[in-house]
């Protein structure tokens, strides 16, 4: 076949020299000759050329997205590193921060995607995170289906992931601009932020500007639902306790002990250049320490950005973000331990600068508050002291796959002692890179 | 209760009237947009997402892109790749099935094009490659023709009422096409086979129209922002090849761009991919590309 093709080729390539040379009258034998091994040298090289094409151009491999049912993309987050404490996790709570002094490798991240069928589009996060002994922890991050063809504006997602509560929860580790979390996602959702089995429903509301509204429905059990069904850690005699009541795991009893996530989310482009996102959330579910013993946690965010018409590369940009969270922890009495009813009211925010100042390179400020015990007993708990946080770094992006950046944290504990730590994290990525959200 | 409803259907029939008049087109890009609003003419709403100035691959996926593609008829899109970081979370927060993959509103311009520079295999470490081949292809008129009968193809087969306007429009604007062509090939016929740089590897359609040789780029690798090193290696070579013209767009860096014109004697020439990137070229293909034409040419004459 190719033969075929190659030899009309040669035979009008032929013609058209022929044509186009307008050969003399006095052309001798040998001239014609020689044209004719020219022509067949072309044509050697032309097939050589056909050949080599035929060879590479099937290989399509499971990255390229559209040649494929799957996209894969792989991305590995190298923490390095050191902390005035060693017990790194009482600065940096998070699950996917740094974690200790030296090398740290805590999100290496296998990213799979594509769609199910003309009704649903599926996406899959599988962590690897090693241990401070370099043993590697397995975990299921996110597994979920997305609709594609819901009437009404509708959109569901099912599975399990991070849940849409303000805007850095769902996020992925090499999707913010700091080596860890704020303090306060970790103080109201735990190490792993808010992330769930379950569904949730949105709306896109037909506002001219953008506006969405958003139900989740979630088990809300677990420390990755940590101020909910979460039984939190066992004391010396064994009990489960969180925030010093003590705990009992229990089955749902009806819809009610179901975690609900509502989520208010709109945005304006002030100027062409200028995009202000606003967003109010919250998550309501019972926690263990008692049958009636509820939880609720209110956020609200907003996100700033600017970006001038003639960006190159996506630089230079200015975005700006805040979040701040309250809760109200219903603490059943505790008679064993000799605790009352309690309510534990606590809240925190960060704010964050991230300048894109010059192509590549991005510097970045942010603060952090949480306060401390208030109204409950902190025994045998996650720190629970009042915290501020300063946290300047600067990232130097190689490409969209690669990055380094350096951070410094300052953390003033109210009563522990200060601490200070430095970070440096590569970012390293394989395979398809998923396009970045707003 | 009853007055409501009939406000209610007064209102419904108010907001369905203009919504049924008009198709509304959204295109990723300006050039795409250019193309729509010749063929759509008063039939369409066009809007456009990216702006004509700033980087194609790197668009913000602004939440308003995604509530104007949730009402969109059509969505003009290149579908190589070039949009690749940002259109598909808009699409999927976008809940429209009138422009999912495969439907008549859903218009991938590459497709049945042959694209140039496809990698015969996808490696990172020679920049950032686009599998689908180079995806800036929109700046050689054979591939606006090509765009602008996919564009009516969709639009006839959405409004088939108005399949006769939008083939008149195909038609006119075609022959208009096939004129400026013309002339633009004359105007730069002198210069066939000449070499000029490039910030990027934007314009090998463009080359390939026109005959001629744009092989030099201040950046060493796709997307990889220009070295000292590698930009001495481009100076000596501009040097070597007497090269008279570079080809800068508007969010390329021009500080990069004029340190290399001094150094050797060529002059920066403004292009841009997208109408509207140059001044008095918004929503004009053909004015975009007298302009890119004009200002080579004077530049390559440049003794």
């Known amino acids: 076949m190719n033969r075929r093709i190659l030899w009309g080729v040669a035979f009008s390539a032929a013609a058209t020299l022929i044509h186009a040379e307008n050969l003399p009258a006095d052309n001798t034998l040998s001239n014609a000759l020689k044209e004719i091994s020219e022509l067949k040298l072309r044509t050697d090289a032309l097939e050589k050329q056909v050949r080599e094409q035929s060879a590479t151009a099937p290989a399509a491999p499971v990255i390229s997205s559209g040649r494929a049912y799957m996209n894969a993309g792989f991305d590995v987050l190298l923490n390095a590193g050191w902390s005035t404490t060693p017990d790194v996790s009482s600065i940096q709570p998070g699950d996917h921060d740094p974690s200790q002094r030296g090398f740290s490798i805590r999100n290496a991240e296998l990213s799979l995607d594509g769609a199910v069928d003309p009704f649903f589009k599926a996406f899959a996060n599988i962590v690897f995170k090693t241990a401070p002994d370099e043993s590697t922890a397995l975990e299921?991050?996110?597994?979920?289906?997305?609709?594609?063809?819901?009437?009404?504006?509708?959109?569901?997602?099912?599975?399990?992931?991070?849940?849409?509560?303000?805007?850095?929860?769902?996020?992925?580790?090499?999707?913010?601009?700091?080596?860890?979390?704020?303090?306060?996602?970790?103080?109201?959702?735990?190490?792993?932020?808010?992330?769930?089995?379950g569904a949730r429903l949105s709306w896109l509301a037909p506002t001219p500007f953008y506006a969405e509204a958003l139900l989740g429905v979630y088990n809300g059990q677990g420390g990755d639902a940590f101020s909910f069904r979460n039984l939190g850690d066992a004391d010396t005699n064994g009990v489960t306790r969180l925030y010093g009541h003590a705990t009992t795991a229990r089955d749902l009893r009806g819809l009610g002990d179901l975690l609900y996530v509502p989520r208010l989310t709109s945005a304006f482009d002030l100027t062409d250049e200028q995009t202000l996102m606003l967003g109010a959330s919250a998550a309501l579910g019972p926690n263990d320490t008692g049958p009636h013993a509820r939880t609720q946690v209110y956020g609200l965010d907003a996100?700033?950005?600017?970006k001038p018409a003639n960006a190159g590369d996506g630089w230079p940009f200015v975005k700006v973000q805040t979040e701040v969270l309250w809760r109200n922890f219903d603490a059943a009495a505790d008679p064993g331990a000799g605790l009352p009813e309690e309510h534990l009211r606590d809240w925190g925010l960060y704010s964050q600068v991230?300048?894109?100042?010059?192509?590549?390179?991005?510097?970045?400020?942010?603060?952090?508050?949480?306060?401390?015990?208030?109204?409950?007993?902190?025994?045998?708990?996650?720190?629970?002291?009042?915290?501020?946080?300063?946290?300047?770094?600067?990232?130097?992006?190689?490409?969209?796959?690669?990055?380094?950046?350096?951070?410094y944290n300052y953390t003033h504990f109210a009563v522990s002692s200060d601490e200070q730590a430095v970070w440096a994290q590569l970012e390293f990525m394989i395979g398809a890179h998923a396009a970045h959200k707003f | 209760m009853k007055s409501l409803k009939t406000f209610l259907l007064i209102l419904l029939s108010v907001a369905a009237v203009p919504a049924m008049a008009k198709l509304n087109v959204v295109a990723t890009t300006a050039d795409f947009g250019a193309l729509a609003q010749a063929i759509g003419g008063d039939l369409v709403n066009v809007t456009v997402l990216a702006k004509p100035t700033e980087d194609p691959h790197f668009v913000d996926a602004k939440p308003s892109y995604m509530v104007k593609l949730n009402r969109a008829d059509v969505l003009i899109e290149g579908g190589a790749e070039l949009e690749i970081g940002w259109l598909p979370p808009l699409l999927d927060g976008a809940r429209n099935a009138k422009i999912a993959a495969g439907q008549p509103g859903h218009v991938a311009v590459s497709d049945g094009l042959a694209l140039l520079e496809v990698p015969a295999e996808l490696d990172r470490s020679k920049g950032d490659l686009h599998a689908k081949g180079n995806p800036h292809f929109m700046i050689a008129p054979s591939n606006a023709r090509h765009a602008a009968q996919k564009i009516a193809e969709s639009f006839s087969a959405i409004d088939p009422a108005q399949a006769t306007t939008y083939q008149q429009n195909l038609t006119h604007w075609l022959q208009q096409l096939d004129t400026k062509l013309t002339a633009w090939k004359q105007k730069l016929a002198p210069f066939a086979g000449q070499q000029v740089a490039a910030f990027h590897k934007s314009w090998p359609y463009f080359a390939h129209c026109f005959d001629l040789k744009i092989e030099i780029f201040l950046e060493p690798k796709p997307g990889i922002p220009p070295s000292p090193a590698h930009l001495a290696e481009v100076i000596e070579t501009m040097k070597r090849e007497h090269v008279k013209a570079i080809i800068m767009e508007p969010f390329q860096n021009r500080r990069t761009a004029a340190a290399v014109a001094a150094a050797t004697g060529a002059q920066i020439v403004e292009c841009a991919q997208f109408p509207g990137g140059l001044k008095g070229t918004a929503g004009d293909y053909l004015a975009l590309l007298d302009k890119i034409v004009d200002a080579l040419v004077a530049a390559l004459a440049a003794k």
Request: net charge negative; aromatic share 16%.
């Open chain 1, 303 to 306: 996100f700033w950005k600017w």
């Open chain 1, 354 to 407: 991230l300048w894109g100042f010059v192509r590549g390179w991005v510097a970045g400020l942010r603060g952090d508050y949480v306060t401390g015990n208030s109204g409950a007993s902190t025994e045998g708990n996650t720190p629970h002291d009042e915290a501020e946080r300063i946290s300047p770094n600067v990232t130097y992006y190689f490409s969209e796959f690669a990055k380094l950046r350096l951070q």
């Open chain 1, 140 to 197: 299921l991050e996110e597994a979920y289906a997305q609709s594609t063809a819901l009437p009404g504006d509708f959109q569901l997602k099912a599975g399990r992931y991070f849940t849409e509560f303000g805007r850095q929860n769902n996020q992925h580790p090499h999707a913010w601009d700091f080596v860890d979390q704020p303090l306060v996602l970790n103080r109201m959702f735990g190490s792993d932020g808010l992330r769930q089995n």
